[in-house]
Every structure is written in C-alpha cells, then in structure tokens.
C-alpha cells in the first residue's frame, strides 16, 4: 500500500524573498531629493534635501514582495504590534491585484513619508515600481505628503494630523471625504 500522507515530508522548497528596488548588492539607492527628520505631522517623516520640480520622482517605495495572502497575515500582525508597542503601523503596499510590497525594512526610507489631505506627491505605479511623484513644485525643507487612501469602513481607526486647511480629521481617499462629512455629522447629531 501506499505512504501514510500524514507522515510524507515535503520536498517543495522555499522561495527566496525578492526585494523591489535593491542592487545586485541587496544595497537600497540613494534618494538625492529626500532626508528623514522629526515630522509635526506623525513622529518621523520625509522632507524635501532640495526644491523639487513637478512631477519628478521623488522616492521609490522599497520592500519584498509578497502574495496577498502573506500581505493579510503581516498587515494583521503589524497592526496588532501598532497598538501595542505604538510604533509604525502597516507599511504594505498594494502593487497589483495578485501582489503587494512589505516595505516595513529600515533601508525604505520611503515608508515614512506621512498622509496629508493637501499632498505634494501622489503614489503611481510605474511598470512594477511604485514611486512617489510630486504634484507641485516642492521647496527645500517641506515635508514630502501623499494621499494614503484608505477606505471609509476604518475611519474612525485613522484620525489625520495633516494640520492642512482642508483636512477632514480622519484618513480616508479623498472620493469618500463628503461620505464622512455627512457620516460624522449624522453621529454629530445622534450624540446631541
């Protein structure tokens, strides 16, 4: 008779992780545009080491890339870990449908640019590589913001301290901006 399945070892191998944006080397690039520094908006953040021309790019989100899958597993545990040791909270990044990019590694300087409902860059992904485009010219010093997009359904999970002339208190994609106004005005009322 055949082999116990239970007891049959797995000869598949492991695949080695790939990292987007590191050299041949495993070393990041250097970003000649950007430094990291103490943020008003969230503890540490990225700022402008020159003026910043429109639409140049700016930075290149770095990281491993993962199935969506092992993204909903690390997203979870890198929450959980958010709330309890009050660090960084998740830094994937989705990259396709199938695909995702953990950028959660110290050399991606990248991750610390912070949300702001007045962003100076937006993220757009470029054959395969995100990066950090900006939208208006940039002055030395500036901290570099984008648009994160969360969804509605966690507004209340994600309160912005952009400190922008339009900001509506929470992080949520700009197209559900009047969904909350209307959300928090109905709680508003409810509470009165």
Not at 153 to 176: A, T, Y
Request: glycine share 6%; net charge negative; with cysteine.
């Amino acid at each position: 008779m055949g082999k116990d399945s239970k007891t049959k070892k797995s000869t598949k191998k492991k695949k080695a992780p790939v990292y987007l944006g590191l050299d041949e080397n495993g070393e990041p690039p250097e970003f000649p545009y950007v430094r990291t520094s103490e943020s008003a908006i969230h503890n540490r953040g990225l700022f402008a080491a020159s003026d910043i021309p429109e639409g140049e790019y700016v930075i290149q989100y770095l990281g491993e890339l993962i199935k969506k899958k092992e993204s909903t597993r690390r997203a979870n545990s890198q929450h959980e870990r958010s709330l309890e040791e009050d660090v960084g909270a998740v830094y994937i990044f989705e990259l396709d449908e199938k695909t995702d990019i953990d950028g959660n590694f110290e050399w991606n300087i990248a991750r610390l640019a912070n949300h702001s409902c007045s962003p100076n860059c937006e993220a757009q992904n470029v054959e395969g590589e995100i990066w950090l485009v900006s939208l208006t010219d940039i002055n030395e010093g500036d901290e570099i913001t984008f648009d994160y997009g969360y969804a509605l359904e966690h507004w209340k999970e994600h309160p912005c301290l952009c400190g922008s002339e339009n900001c509506v208190g929470h992080i949520v994609r700009k197209e559900d901006w009047d969904k909350l106004k209307k959300l928090k005005k109905r709680r508003k009322k409810k509470a009165s």
